[in-house]
């Protein structure tokens, strides 16, 4: 989003990564990290066409994407439906290569006598990378004069349509990472997997600061932005409030903050 | 910094889009230390004139020299190459972004070739040093560019342009958008151009500011050169006078 598009279709990425992996090992007997890697790469191409897409037609991504949702979706669920007669499938837990994947992807860290999901240090160690790789390098620099100004960019050499196709293809890999998480974590797949995400994000991401017009956001803002997401939809039910206040409350969160994003950027665009 | 000397020629320029005549047997020659005016109304012509000088498409007939070398850009980047900048009306400066990231934007400095790791202490430094060379003093080049005067992004455009290289230097209108104080800020660093040698083309249609800043004076009315004057042989009244008739 701070390179200036949207990316709808992460939601049903994770649920096309999931069973892909699965089938594969499950159905076709491969061994795990060899179908994780055969997902990885079709999730890649697919992230390649969304981008490509996107910036040969010079079309909103918010509709091109749109589009892949509904695709990769129905695709995954009617492949499932034809291969196995099901939307769900198990049983990944005793495939070949189950363990050595689940001990990276799905493992528990035990630290002063407390459990916490490996998931945790995989989320701080790509927030970290994410927030060097804006913050400190020519990439970074490119991604936020990309989504700020298109023209400008382009006026200073900037290759605008690679910077956004390895962006999609990016949001594309952290789908295929998800999914794995979750597949070792849940012994199987679903092909609902993921469903509604792509509004989690743009939700943490708006909360956390990021422009929706693109050019101007951080990493942090955006983990802080999940963080909050996490805890009021867990908090809520804690607090004795029914959990159905959630999405009204997330809801508000999310127009409150556009509306401070965008008050913001009026004060600046124009100097 | 004195910079080498740099003439540019252009000789018999034709160029059409469609059934549009857009320039008609152009002819113009700048040279280096002087500020050659192109002077026209809106549509005249000056912005072809200004995309076949700076790469941005070719001209359909005619000679392009620089130092008596026929030269065919592509491209605005072999143009830049080539010493010759272009600071458009747009400036090609981010204002939600800071202002040494703008200054460096898509030429930035590396600490780390295999990482790519932008140098933001050599960043830092390099535009303050190149900022106060034209007045302009930056405390903090962390502050967003959007928080400059319109006059200091102006100049911030030209710094930056000069510091990659520029020897050619082409301004497209660049007071327009600004008020009267702000304009005359630029105007004085625009003049100061001249001690270093720099081949400025300044495209305007103010004809009073630019009779005080240029030396030569190209007139297009209709995609044609109507008449090209030395500072000397002209005043601003009979500059108008041949716009206007």
């Not at chain 1, 998800?178 to 939700?203: N, P, S």
Request: hydrophobic residues 45%; proline residues 2%; positive net charge.
């Amino acid at each position: 989003m701070i390179g200036g598009e949207f990316d709808l279709s992460i939601g049903s990425l994770i649920g096309l990564s999931s069973m892909s992996v699965t089938l594969l090992t499950v159905e076709a007997g491969i061994s795990m990290p060899l179908s994780a890697l055969i997902t990885l790469i079709l999730i890649l191409s697919i992230g390649y066409l969304n981008g490509i897409t996107v910036v040969k037609s010079g079309l909103p991504s918010f509709i091109i994407t749109l589009g892949s949702l509904f695709i990769v979706r129905g695709i995954t669920i009617a492949v499932s439906k034809i291969i196995t007669g099901r939307t769900q499938i198990g049983g990944i837990k005793s495939s070949n290569g189950y363990q050595s994947m689940s001990s990276v992807f799905s493992n528990h860290l035990t630290i002063a006598g407390t459990d916490f999901p490996i998931s945790i240090f995989w989320w701080m160690l790509f927030g970290v990378l994410g927030y060097f790789l804006l913050k400190h390098t020519q990439l970074g620099n490119w991604i936020f004069a990309t989504g700020a100004s298109q023209e400008s960019a382009k006026l200073m050499g900037i290759p605008i349509q690679k910077v956004k196709i390895s962006l999609f293809m990016l949001t594309a890999f952290c789908s295929w990472f998800i999914a794995i998480t979750q597949v070792t974590t849940f012994g199987g797949a679903d092909v609902l997997r993921g469903e509604q995400k792509e509004f989690v994000a743009i939700i943490a991401v708006v909360i956390g600061g990021t422009l929706l017009t693109g050019g101007y956001g951080s990493i942090i803002g955006a983990m802080i932005g999940a963080l909050i997401f996490g805890i009021v939809k867990q908090g809520i039910i804690f607090a004795g409030v029914d959990a159905d206040w959630f999405q009204v409350f997330m809801g508000v969160m999310l127009v409150s903050a556009v509306l401070v994003n965008g008050a913001f950027r009026k004060k600046y665009a124009q100097g | 910094m004195l910079r080498d000397s740099n003439q540019i020629v252009l000789k018999n320029i034709y160029k059409n889009f469609g059934n549009v005549k857009a320039l008609k047997n152009v002819s113009m020659t700048t040279d280096s230390g002087k500020i050659n005016c192109i002077l026209g109304d809106n549509g005249a012509g000056k912005s072809t004139l200004v995309n076949i000088i700076s790469g941005v498409f070719p001209a359909d007939k005619g000679e392009y020299r620089i130092n008596n070398k026929t030269v065919e850009f592509l491209n605005p980047h072999e143009a830049i190459s080539a010493g010759i900048s272009t600071v458009y009306q747009s400036l090609a400066i981010i204002p939600i972004m800071n202002i040494y990231r703008n200054f460096f934007l898509g030429n930035e400095p590396l600490n780390n070739e295999y990482f790519k790791i932008i140098d933001k202490g050599f960043a830092i430094e390099t535009t303050i040093k190149e900022l106060k060379k034209f007045d302009i003093n930056i405390e903090d080049p962390k502050r967003l560019a959007g928080t400059l005067s319109g006059g200091e992004r102006q100049l911030l455009a030209i710094a930056r342009a000069l510091y990659f290289g520029a020897k050619i230097l082409i301004l497209d209108e660049p007071t327009s958008a600004l008020g009267v104080k702000e304009s005359n800020k630029v105007v004085e660093q625009i003049f100061l151009l001249k001690e270093q040698n720099i081949n400025v083309i300044l495209v305007s249609h103010n004809i009073d500011q630019a009779f005080i800043l240029g030396d030569k004076f190209f007139i297009i009315k209709n995609g044609e050169m109507v008449g090209h004057f030395d500072k000397l042989e002209t005043s601003a009244k009979s500059l108008r006078t041949i716009l206007e008739k």
